[in-house]
């Protein structure tokens, strides 16, 4: 069973910053992928970003240029950097990773959502 935690979410004003953090726990055998998804009230999940085992990024558009992810393999954990905060960021952020977990010798493919850290902006 592999695990995913959040936290970092809060209320920030409009042009502020916050950081979210994700760290993955369990019976991890290698993570391929680590990312960041949002979902606002009546609105469909959407990926905000997601990095790879190897450092590859990818951003939504709409997040691009003020949130920046990032990753430190050795702590299984994801940071999700967002600045010039804009009301329409407002969501549940939720954390996803897949890959593998077990052993060496014995492992199978898992895919994990975390619960989820409330990210408001507003003044």
């Known amino acids: 069973q592999v695990q995913l935690v959040e936290s970092g979410g809060a209320l920030a004003q409009p042009g502020g910053s916050l950081r979210l953090s994700c760290a993955a726990s369990g019976s991890i055998f290698r993570i391929n992928a680590m990312g960041w998804y949002r979902q606002a009230p009546e609105k469909q999940r959407e990926l905000v970003a997601i990095i790879t085992n190897g450092g590859s990024t990818n951003y939504a558009s709409s997040v691009k240029g003020r949130f920046t992810i990032s990753r430190d393999n050795a702590k299984n954990t994801v940071y999700l950097q967002m600045n010039s905060l804009k009301p329409e960021d407002t969501a549940v952020y939720y954390c996803?990773?897949?890959?593998?977990?077990?052993?060496?010798?014995?492992?199978?493919?898992?895919?994990?959502w975390g619960r989820g850290t409330q990210v408001t902006v507003s003044s």
């Open positions: 996803h990773a897949q890959g593998r977990s077990g052993t060496y010798f014995t492992n199978r493919n898992f895919d994990v």
